[in-house]
């Protein structure tokens, strides 16, 4: 039988966060919310020059809980999906509706995001446990409320992706 409530965890690395974070504290605590309710917990990390795997840049935040039955998938690009393990890893397990999470918000979380619906995979976005960093044309509080944004409205016929808060997923979560 697969896990009713899974989570994904994209990128949340140490390399990641030397480029200061909006919100890293709480993001942390709420994902950590997310990680003790959850039955099954998917880690997305990224490698490349400077997150080499087994590096102290490719770990997980030390604050960051990690469950014994946790999975762990290493991407090269900003989608999970792309040439990674992580459908095998999902079907393997019967997984087709999960909750995401992480950094960067404007890159590896919308990608994954947006790649998963059109695949079919049914997922709601922890709303407020995603962060990014300030960029030239917006701020990351601004990118943040956008692409919540833009994901409520996304376009996916036959699908659908919710944005909900941490709290609010958690009560759902108590009734499964």
Not at 18 to 40: G, K, P, V, W, Y
């Amino acid at each position: 039988m697969p896990a009713s409530r899974v989570l994904m965890v994209i990128d949340m690395q140490n390399g990641v966060f030397e480029t200061s974070r909006l919100d890293r504290e709480r993001c942390t605590f709420r994902i950590n919310q997310l990680i003790h309710a959850a039955d099954q917990v998917i880690f997305i990390q990224h490698t490349e020059e400077g997150l080499e795997p087994e590096s102290r840049a490719f770990d997980l935040l030390p604050e960051l809980t990690r469950p014994a039955n946790a999975l762990y998938v290493t991407k090269t690009a900003c989608d999970a999906f792309y040439r990674t393990t992580l459908e095998d890893v999902l079907q393997s397990r019967g997984i087709h509706e999960f909750v995401v999470c992480g950094c960067a918000t404007d890159y590896c979380v919308d990608t994954t995001i947006k790649n998963g619906a059109s695949k079919g995979y049914v997922m709601t976005v922890a709303g407020d446990a995603h962060t990014t960093a300030n960029r030239p044309a917006a701020d990351a509080k601004v990118l943040i409320a956008h692409y919540n944004d833009v994901w409520r409205s996304l376009t996916i016929p036959g699908n659908r992706l919710d944005v909900k808060e941490t709290a609010e997923i958690l009560a759902a979560w108590t009734t499964i």
